[in-house]
């Protein structure tokens, strides 16, 4: 029997593949916010004009993730994420020198191709293959930095504008990513296992003589597929919908302005506590009966907001629910395909699900909006949250009625 820790070396792989996430994760996502302001001001546009290019970004890492996902099983790890680490620092590199806004949405647009290839989904189809025995583990591990690239990147980056500016700041995050991101991908993705290495190993699977015989559309054909399918995009959405109306939401959950804006704060440590609960308990409690309950924390969340509505204390619970819910669920929702449907086809069956993904996220905070309204707030809002979080809970118990490897 294998053990049940990763070794020395192998922990050190995954963390240093976790710094580089943190890197990627803080310049681009939380680096987006504070970059608006200023590129706003200095090309004219308005803040829809702006929003679109996080938009832009979004889906060019949706459309992408099927071939990413693919390559990757195929054995090219190295390539697409040295590639998109390069694309990353290359973008920055243009975005310091726009002038127009054509060009702005160009280098984002160009910026969600090198994500694509450099996010926690293809880290993750990495950490699948190269340690089948204990990739959920190690995925947990990932993303502990991961959880605190605002922490990081949003002061520092705030400081490099106002210290130099946003162009230069800009070109700072581009030699951070083309000097440190590229060759230490470049160097810690070498000797990447191939499919047939992989599937020698991977000799603990139930249905290991079948996954050698499938192909992927067989396993996209099978119902748990689309089970899990329905989990991953309705939680994604649901959970994409609260971070823009955060403050607004604990303004009408009875907050003072002061603890509106302090309490979201805390999201960042809570979601790593959740994920340091899943790693010191990985091999005590049931992994399916964690993936069970963990995931029913964001539903409880909203259902804290529409009971306690108009009391405050509610709302530090609801950020409690979500924030320590939200940081497991980025595993469940990471290791589910490889622990239902096939850990050899992780990435592909993934990347699948990356332009559903990328519509929900960006669909969700809008229909938030869309449905609040001076008398009732967000409360009808936050039902239909609440009810599809319910779905996507039930898609997961239903998909765990079937085999597990």
């Known amino acids: 029997m294998s053990s049940p820790h990763l070794s020395r070396r192998d922990a050190r792989f995954v963390w240093v593949l976790s710094a580089l996430q943190l890197i990627t994760w803080g310049s681009v996502f939380y680096g987006f916010a504070l970059f608006m302001a200023p590129l706003e001001q200095a090309l004219g546009m308005s803040r829809a004009e702006s929003s679109l290019g996080f938009s832009l970004m979004l889906l060019a890492e949706g459309v992408l993730a099927f071939p990413v996902g693919r390559w990757i099983d195929r054995g090219h790890e190295r390539a697409v994420m040295t590639g998109g680490s390069l694309l990353v620092g290359l973008a920055f590199l243009a975005h310091s020198l726009i002038t127009t806004v054509p060009e702005f949405y160009a280098v984002w647009t160009l910026l969600g191709v090198g994500l694509a290839g450099t996010l926690y989904p293809p880290a993750f189809a990495v950490l699948t ?8 583990r190690a995925i947990i591990l990932l993303s502990f930095l991961g959880g605190l690239a605002s922490t990081v990147f949003i002061p520092l980056v705030a400081w490099l504008i106002d210290l130099w500016g946003w162009r230069d700041a800009l070109l700072i995050l581009a030699v951070i990513h083309l000097l440190v991101c590229v060759p230490v991908h470049g160097w810690l993705l070498r000797d990447a296992p191939q499919p047939a290495v992989l599937a020698q190993t991977n000799n603990e699977s139930l249905n290991q003589a079948r996954t050698d015989t499938q192909t992927l559309m067989a396993f ?8 899990l399918a329905l989990f991953v995009v309705l ?32 999201i960042g440590v809570l979601q790593v506590m959740g994920r340091l609960g899943l790693y010191l308990t990985e091999h005590r409690v049931n992994v399916h009966a964690a993936n069970r309950w963990v995931t029913l924390l964001i539903p409880l969340g909203f259902l804290t907001l529409l009971i306690g509505a108009g009391h405050g204390g509610w709302g530090v619970l609801f950020v409690v629910f979500y924030g ?10 990471g290791t589910v395909m490889a622990q239902y449907v096939s850990r050899e086809h992780m990435g592909s069956l993934n990347g699948l699900l990356g332009l559903p993904m990328a519509l929900a996220r960006a669909a969700a905070p809008w229909l938030m909006g869309l449905l609040w309204s001076a008398e009732a707030g967000y409360a009808l809002g936050l039902w239909l949250m609440f009810a599809a979080s319910l779905v996507g809970v039930a898609a997961l118990w239903s998909a765990q009625k079937g085999p597990r490897l």
Do not use: C, Y
């Open 129 to 136: 293959r190269r340690f089948p025995a204990h990739f959920r």
């Open 220 to 227: 996209v054909r099978q119902p748990t597929f689309w089970q």
């Open 235 to 266: 939680l994604m959405g649901v959970t994409s919908a609260l971070p823009a109306h955060m403050v607004s939401l604990l303004r009408e959950a009875g907050m003072t302005d002061s603890w509106a804006l302090a309490v979201p704060a805390s």
């Open 324 to 333: 320590v819910g939200n940081g497991m669920l980025t595993i469940v929702k």
